[in-house]
């Protein structure tokens, strides 16, 4: 491993950082599969495997190409322009606040390696100038922050927060369970390197921008329907407290908040369900006043 480090451009050199597998070293560990040593990097890990198990399978002819091939891949990164992001549009609302959000989680090559997965898979998107797709997988596709800055769900979120009385976290968890559920239906996996695109014909960045279309419009329709769930519980329970509880208790639900969309036939049974929520914020508030007395 040291011959090939050797071997490899120095400029390169941040990539082929290494560490003891401290699993080498486990009673249940199989010298014939257990490598001692683990590159950081995963491609690079996943190339000299086979020889750091089996040193004497690595002559002096395969070390060199070894290093060939590591110094070609990590030639790529600047080669093909990667971190200067001009795949993205800066005329383009979504599009600049992606390209804020990838500046600004990979500054420099070397943050991208110390931070990141970086495999076979990323470098097969690398080598075919997938750059969106590379980078975009790494933060697992998720760009929900943008519906914070760019309308009209911006003003939505403000207005909801500070005037509306909805409860901080539950709006974002809500705001990234839409995104997620809006980019799979625009063929994005968000666990995965990259989804299943039945459209062939639709780029990476084509479905991003549907998902950010699409959810900026669901976000406008669940707030509606949650400020009618809001009203209708108002009404019933004869309490303005018990309807913004009953909104603020179904929006923290993903389950929930989408029967919300499915209209006021299912506002009675969305109540209900928020019954036994409800008798614990009042025996909590009880306890909170027997405490300060």
Not at 33 to 41: D, E, G, L, R
Not at 204 to 231: I, N, W
């Amino acid at each position: 491993m040291t011959d090939v480090i050797a071997l490899v451009d120095e400029a390169y050199l941040f990539a082929l950082e290494n560490e003891a597998n401290t699993y080498f070293s486990s009673t249940s560990a199989k010298l014939s599969t257990t490598p001692a040593i683990k590159m950081k990097t995963i491609f690079i890990d996943e190339l000299l495997r086979p020889y750091i198990l089996v040193p004497s399978k690595c002559k002096v002819k395969t070390k060199k190409e070894i290093a060939t091939t590591i110094t070609q891949k990590l030639g790529l990164f600047e080669s093909k322009n990667l971190l200067a992001l001009e795949f993205l549009s800066d005329d383009d609302a979504f599009e600049k606040k992606v390209k804020e959000r990838l500046g600004e989680k990979f500054p420099n090559i070397e943050t991208l390696f110390s931070n990141s997965r970086i495999d076979d898979r990323f470098m097969t998107f690398l080598e075919n100038g997938q750059l969106l797709d590379a980078l975009g997988s790494l933060v697992g596709h998720n760009f929900c922050e943008t519906l914070y800055s760019i309308e009209p769900s911006s003003s939505n979120i403000t207005k909801a927060i500070n005037t509306d009385g909805f409860d901080n976290e539950g709006i974002q968890r809500m705001i990234q369970s839409i995104w997620s559920k809006c980019l799979s239906k625009a063929g994005v996996n968000t666990y995965a390197w990259q989804g299943p695109n039945e459209d062939s014909e639709k780029s990476l960045k084509q479905r991003y921008h549907e998902a950010f279309d699409a959810s900026q419009t669901m976000f406008g329709e669940v707030l509606t329907a949650l400020d009618e769930f809001k009203t209708f519980c108002s009404k019933k329970h004869e309490s303005e407290e018990r309807g913004v509880f009953n909104r603020n208790y179904v929006m923290n639900s993903y389950y929930y908040w989408e029967k919300v969309l499915e209209g006021e036939e299912k506002f009675d049974d969305l109540d209900k369900r928020c019954d036994l929520g409800w008798e614990r914020h009042q025996r909590t508030l009880v306890q909170q006043v027997g405490s300060m007395s």
